[in-house]
């Protein structure tokens, strides 16, 4: 008898697919939702960007440990919402200095409280310091979700070398490039539909373009950053709060290097939209 392989069956290749209705399930409630609270901004906006955050704070006490019903458990759920809400009051400063004090929760809890609460400050940011400001704040999560269905589908077309197999066996070369051209064209797209009258289209996509991919590269960071840590707790999901997704860290876990990456361009870019950041605004931003 042959030692060669048998041929993979079609049932085998839908494997890699069996997930995909459930994702797309899940995106068709969520997306909806984040857009009506990204249009009404205010304290609806402020809501979801503070369950998000105490959600994802639920789960990383959970991978590591923090008993969530001890004294411990219930002031490392408040610590995000009191951040959230210092910012929203205008207290920015304040608010990422309280996220680098939950050091007292020990390393591994007080660097992804650092990341929770410094992306959820960023997405206030985006949403209530910078213009348009709602464009603001769709760039970032349209490049992040186009990179992230860029790898998935690129990944599961065409295979190849893995990307990081001690990391994350799934995640292939092909479908990080993927992942990186979609994003591209994404904040393409966003820049090239909210240019001002003055903007020139060349100028609005290749910025859109550059900045779009480079949040990609961001976003794909975050994954890697997230699965590693997975990877030594010894779980898959961070939850199973989203069908298809697992949980909010697993959706999310892009979006939490892209934001406060979008949030530092548009230090750079006080005039205009963040992706329009440059060498100029950034000596602008260090001489003012």
């Known amino acids: ?15 890699n697919w069996r997930d ?23 304290p609806v906006y402020g809501a979801m960007v503070t369950l998000a955050a105490v959600g994802m704070a639920w789960e990383a006490g959970r991978m590591f440990g923090l008993a969530p019903r001890s004294w411990r458990g219930w002031l490392y759920l408040a610590w995000p919402a009191v951040a959230v809400l210092a910012a929203w009051r205008g207290e920015w ?3 990422l200095g309280l996220a680098c004090a939950a050091f007292i929760f020990g390393p ?5 409280m650092v990341w929770i609460v410094w992306a959820s400050v960023a997405l206030l940011w985006l949403r209530l310091q910078t213009q348009p400001a709602i464009a603001s704040v769709v ?5 992040v979700i186009a990179s992230d269905s860029g790898a998935y589908l690129a990944g599961r077309l065409f295979g190849g070398p893995k990307l990081a197999p001690r990391i994350s066996p799934a995640k292939t070369w092909s479908g990080s490039a993927g992942g990186l ?8 797209l966003v ?12 100028s609005a996509v290749l910025h859109g373009a550059g900045v779009g991919g480079l949040l990609g590269i961001g976003a794909q960071s975050g994954d890697l950053a997230e699965s590693a840590i997975k990877r030594r707790c010894g779980v898959k999901d961070s939850s199973a709060l989203i069908p298809g997704h697992g949980g909010l860290l697993d959706r999310f876990d ?35």
Do not use: N
């Open 191 to 202: 820049a090239w539909s909210t240019r001002g009258g003055g903007d020139e289209v060349v």
């Open 254 to 288: 892009g979006l939490l290097v892209a934001a406060p990456l979008a949030a530092a361009l548009s230090l750079l870019a006080p005039a205009s939209a963040f992706w329009y950041a440059g060498a100029a605004g950034a000596w602008s931003a260090l001489t003012r």
């Open 181 to 188: 051209v979609c994003a591209a064209v994404a904040g393409a």
């Open 108 to 112: 591994w809890l007080w660097m992804a």
């Open 1 to 15: 008898m042959s030692d060669l392989p048998e041929p993979r069956t079609a049932a085998q290749s839908g494997r």
């Open 93 to 95: 400063t304040a608010a």
């Open 20 to 42: 995909l209705r459930a994702r797309l399930l899940s995106a068709a409630v969520l997306v909806p939702l984040a857009g009506v609270c990204i249009w009404l901004g205010g």
């Open 139 to 143: 760039f970032v999560i349209v490049a």
